[in-house]
């Protein structure tokens, strides 16, 4: 199980980070992503980082305000955050798969992954 905290009300250039910590097992040999999904709009790619920690992708539009990492140790993907703007406003989600290969890869489509959190709600706004 995965499960999302971090989330909150954040003015625009403000600074959020977020936790996705697993229970009942470990986190090491799952590649971890983060989804988005704001009102109205389809769920997409953020974020995702590989099983070593040395892969990391980023969807356009957060490159360069969002770094994604991992503790291993403390079973636990984080996603920093910065620069946000309104349209980060979005429940964030992070995922990944049960199943191989999909477990190791880092995808981009939501519907290859079938292990959610519940999502944490971000608001950027004055």
């Known amino acids: 199980q995965l499960a999302e905290s971090g989330g909150g009300l954040v003015q625009p250039g403000g600074s959020l980070r977020l936790s996705c910590a697993a229970s009942g097992s470990r986190l090491e040999p799952y590649a971890v992503g983060w989804f988005r999904q704001a009102p109205g709009k389809e769920r997409e790619f953020v974020s995702c980082i590989g099983i070593g920690g040395d892969l990391t992708t980023y969807a356009d539009s957060v490159k360069d305000r969002f770094t994604i990492s991992r503790d291993n140790a403390k079973n636990t993907v984080y996603l920093r955050m910065n620069s946000l703007k309104p349209e980060d406003t979005a429940v964030y989600y992070c995922?990944?798969?049960?199943?191989?290969?999909?477990?190791?890869?880092?995808?981009?489509?939501?519907?290859?992954?079938?292990?959610w959190g519940q999502g944490t709600l971000v608001t950027v706004s004055s």
């Open positions: 995922a990944t798969a049960s199943q191989m290969p999909v477990q190791v890869l880092c995808v981009r489509d939501k519907d290859e992954l079938d292990v």
